[in-house]
């Protein structure tokens, strides 16, 4: 019970705290009136910039690691990735803005964030995309060898396929996971009452987890409500994320199951 | 007189494997080889590519670990040893008059000790361990020991979802919600007992204790969910024969259970402790962030080295020396060596139990 209850407790209490904002004004008005219009486009394009750069990053070295890699350089490159997970949040944050929006001139800008972000979920999807590979049943593997398929040609036609759902389960998640974010994004994207262009540097982005935290220190109970509402759209679209990644982590169980018969 | 010693291993004494084992490893060696000539053209433009992949996040550590250490260094020559021994103050920035120490300028006044920022993310993760082990025990071995499956499933659904929930929310829940509540109603019954540490002005709800339950809430998933497969993987073996003993279920649990899973759980409260370390909003929106100041009860407000980087970067700008900027940089530096060493120390350890090691560390 005492597992359960603190689940419930934060979603209800987050979404009983912004009642009086919820309604379509949220979607539809900026954070100039009373909605978050453009915090919500602005998070969603970083979710399409982390899918485009971590997602392929991370998918290619989870297929390097886990097909291609033998022996020391696979050991040594899984090690360090490891080290990358376990980095604090703010840190990433912190060189993000001393490099990437100081020294390289890119000012608060969409990449500035989104590199912050990839660097923070690269880890998880480069493990996810191994263990995925690896949980295929070898026999596969050697067959198509036996066959005289190429490398990569038995990768791509013959273990990419069942390993799918397993690897787009771990992208989805590492999505929400930096739906949540807020600690890399605070010196890196900057905000904007504005909706968010594409541009990729000096144009700041506004993003949600900055509206929760902004809202939370302004006095009144119309801002503090913003905030909680805020946060209640950012948990719609991780429990989605969450929801989906479940769906297909158990379609990629039943895959494997049945092959390995 | 001496004797020559023959350090070359004695060729009768020295463990030689099997004839057969040798001709089995030199094949196995022989067919990596023989795997890796084989590689097509094709083959080998798609493994070099892939490999540029592979190598980004290792460059990106090291590229992180470089800029850290280059924007520290203007701190660690200025700060010297003084950095764990003084408190914490950005100085004057208002007024042009500097100090100048080892050829580094700094604001009049300003020391940039890391100690009450130490003692702060090492007492309120300290806290939160204290409530997050034994309910994240307790929890896991109920679940998995006294459930049905159908419910373990269910309540796993909750666990997920607790991992999930993002540090803002967090933050969100505990300044509006769970603060207030536990301010109104167990705090002030607390407060009320006049025990040292215990005692003292309750406030909002704002402070050192709800900043590490909040933090424990955050790790009692990490936590449960390495126990949860520890107690699975007791050997039912063992629980037979406990249970043909004449051992009650609870002292199964105690005799049996709990030393096997001991070595595991301690690994998984140092991955918990990682991620309690290095936590920033949340503790931040909570915990009233008073810089650079001890608390002087377990309700008071204060600061760690997270919250502080993130709360004083916008400060430290200000400073024309640029002191503060690399300051913050030189705290940055040990958080990072103190939680990439207990994360990776938790890892080591976890490895042990599970195979895939768990992708833990950061939410979800």
Do not use: C
Not at chain 1, 44 to 50: N, R
Not at chain 2, 123 to 152: D, N, T
């Amino acid at each position: 019970m005492l597992i359960a209850a603190p689940a419930i407790a934060v979603i209800v209490g987050v979404f009983h705290q912004a009642l009086p904002a919820l309604g379509w004004q949220l979607f539809t008005k900026r954070t100039n009136s009373t909605g978050i219009q453009n915090a919500i486009l602005g998070s969603l394009l970083f979710l399409l910039g982390v899918l485009i750069v971590a997602g392929t990053i991370g998918v290619g070295a989870g297929i390097y690691l886990a097909e291609f890699a033998s022996g020391r350089t696979e050991r040594a490159l899984r090690f360090f990735s490891e080290v990358l997970a376990g980095m604090p949040s703010i840190v990433i944050g912190y060189i993000g803005y001393v490099t990437l929006v100081v020294e390289f001139h890119w000012s608060y800008s969409l990449l500035a964030a989104v590199m912050a972000l990839s660097v923070l979920v690269l880890p998880y999807i480069v493990k996810t995309t191994e263990v995925a590979l690896r949980n295929v049943p070898s026999a596969l593997g050697e067959a198509a060898a036996g066959l005289g398929l190429p490398r990569s040609a038995t990768v791509r036609q013959v273990l990419l396929p069942p390993a799918l759902p397993g690897i787009v389960s771990g992208l989805v998640v590492a999505l929400a996971i930096s739906t949540g974010e807020l600690a890399p994004l605070l010196f890196t994207a900057g905000f904007s009452d504005n909706d968010p262009t594409l541009h990729l540097f000096h144009h700041q982005v506004p993003y949600l987890t900055n509206v929760v935290f902004t809202d939370i220190s302004i006095p009144g109970a119309r801002a503090h409500a913003t905030a909680a509402a805020a946060g209640v759209v950012t948990l719609g679209i991780l429990l989605v994320l969450i929801a989906i990644g479940r769906i297909l982590a158990s379609r990629a169980r039943r895959n494997t199951a049945r092959m390995s018969l | 007189m001496s004797v020559a010693v023959d350090r070359r291993p004695d060729p009768a004494s020295a463990p030689r494997l099997p004839g057969r084992a040798r001709r089995l490893v030199r094949a196995h060696r022989a067919r990596r080889r023989a795997r890796l000539s084989e590689l097509t053209r094709p083959d080998r433009v798609v493994r070099g590519v892939l490999l540029v992949a592979a190598i980004i996040p290792t460059f990106a550590l090291a590229f992180l670990a470089y800029q850290m250490l280059k924007y520290a260094y203007p701190a660690i020559v200025f700060n010297g040893w003084h950095v764990f021994t003084t408190k914490f103050s950005l100085g004057n920035q208002y007024s042009t008059a500097v100090q100048v120490r080892h050829g580094y300028k700094a604001p009049k006044g300003a020391v940039y000790g890391i100690l009450p920022l130490l003692f702060g993310t090492l007492i309120s993760s300290l806290i939160a361990l204290f409530f997050a082990v034994p309910i994240s025990v307790a929890g896991a071995i109920l679940l998995v020991e006294r459930l049905p499956v159908r419910v373990q499933g269910f309540l796993g659904i909750f666990l997920e979802l607790l991992a999930g929930i993002p540090s803002v929310i967090f933050g969100l829940w505990g300044i509006y919600t769970f603060g207030p509540f536990l301010s109104r109603t167990v705090y002030r019954w607390i407060a009320d007992l006049h025990i040292p540490w215990l005692r003292g002005p309750t406030g909002a709800g704002e402070g050192l204790l709800t900043a590490s339950l909040v933090l424990a809430v955050m790790i009692i998933p990490i936590i449960a969910s390495i126990t949860r497969e520890l107690v699975r993987s007791v050997p039912p073996l063992a629980k037979e024969g406990a249970v043909a003993l004449g051992l009650t279920p609870s002292e199964t649990v105690r005799f049996v259970v709990i030393p096997y899973i001991k070595t595991g759980v301690i690994a998984a409260s140092i991955l918990g402790w990682a991620r309690a370390l290095g936590e920033t909003i949340a503790v931040l929106i909570i915990s009233g962030d008073l810089l650079g100041a001890y608390p002087h009860s377990i309700f008071d407000p204060f600061s760690t080295i997270a919250t502080t980087i993130a709360s004083e970067l916008d400060s430290a700008l200000t400073d024309s020396t640029g002191m503060a900027v690399h300051a913050l940089a030189e705290f940055g530096l040990v958080l990072l060596v103190v939680t990439l060493l207990t994360n990776l120390g938790g890892r080591l350890l976890t490895r042990r139990f599970s195979a895939a090691g768990l992708p833990v560390g950061r939410g979800v």
